[in-house]
């Protein structure tokens, strides 16, 4: 059963371009969560989904962040016109959909963001 | 507000010793407490959680960590330290009632020396 997948595992953006953070979650869960990891810091909620809803986004900020997890396919988090201070791990956790609170959450390796 | 604190940056600890790592919470209503294990450019391992019950729980690979609700802790445990035991620990925390948050503490180095 495979884990958690995310992809790319390391992406490069310059300064405005836009980054698309993909993520499929282990098979059989429909909750999905981002987290950012900034150097030397624990990890930060950001966005709490199931299929095709946003259930939590407290942890987003206003602006150039969204999330989607369509019907089809895996979770994308998107970053439009990126500025330096967005450089940091982003990791993808799932859980499964019966009383998902007391589900530990499966994290994947991360992708690790990188503004030039 | 919920928040985890983990006091020591840094635990070292000799290989064949016994270690703790710690962890105090805060949280209003029942906690759900969790700890990960992170290797280096790797993402987070589940060890162990505590839901109900009885307050020592035992994880993966030897951890075990008792909550003590009077003193809103959940010290993670071990009775003898491995050399491939060091790694980054996080404890976290959710409200039993809340969506799916989990809130992090901000991780404590274990070194375990041979």
């Known amino acids: 059963n495979a884990g958690v997948m995310q992809n790319p595992r390391h992406l490069v953006r310059r300064r405005g371009q836009e980054a698309r953070l993909r993520c499929s979650p282990m098979k059989g869960h429909s909750h999905v969560y981002w987290y950012r990891q900034l150097p030397e810091e624990g990890l930060k909620f950001m966005v709490y989904l199931q299929k095709e809803n946003i259930i939590d986004e407290s942890g987003m900020p206003k602006e150039r962040f969204s999330a989607e997890f369509p019907k089809e396919g895996p979770s994308i988090l998107r970053i439009q016109q990126v500025v330096r201070g967005d450089s940091a791990a982003y990791f993808c956790?799932?859980?499964?959909?019966?009383?998902?609170?007391?589900?530990?959450?499966?994290f994947g390796d991360g992708t690790r963001l990188s503004i030039l | 507000a919920q928040s985890v604190a983990q006091p020591e940056d840094q635990v070292n600890v000799a290989e064949g010793n016994p270690l703790t790592v710690k962890c105090t919470y805060s949280v209003s209503g029942n906690p759900y407490l969790f700890w990960y294990v992170q290797y280096p450019n790797r993402g987070l391992q589940f060890l162990l959680k505590?839901?109900?019950?009885?307050?020592l729980v035992k994880g993966s690979y030897g951890f075990e960590a008792e909550f003590n609700k009077s003193q809103t802790s959940f010290h993670l445990k071990k009775p003898s330290a491995l050399v491939s035991d060091s790694a980054l620990y996080f404890c976290?925390?959710?409200?039993?009632?809340?969506?799916?948050?989990?809130?992090f503490g901000q991780g404590t180095t274990l070194q375990v020396k041979p």
């Open positions: 505590y839901i109900t019950g009885d307050n």
């Open positions: 976290a925390v959710r409200r039993s009632s809340n969506t799916g948050k989990l809130i």
């Open positions: 956790a799932s859980s499964p959909p019966a009383t998902a609170e007391e589900q530990p959450q499966h």
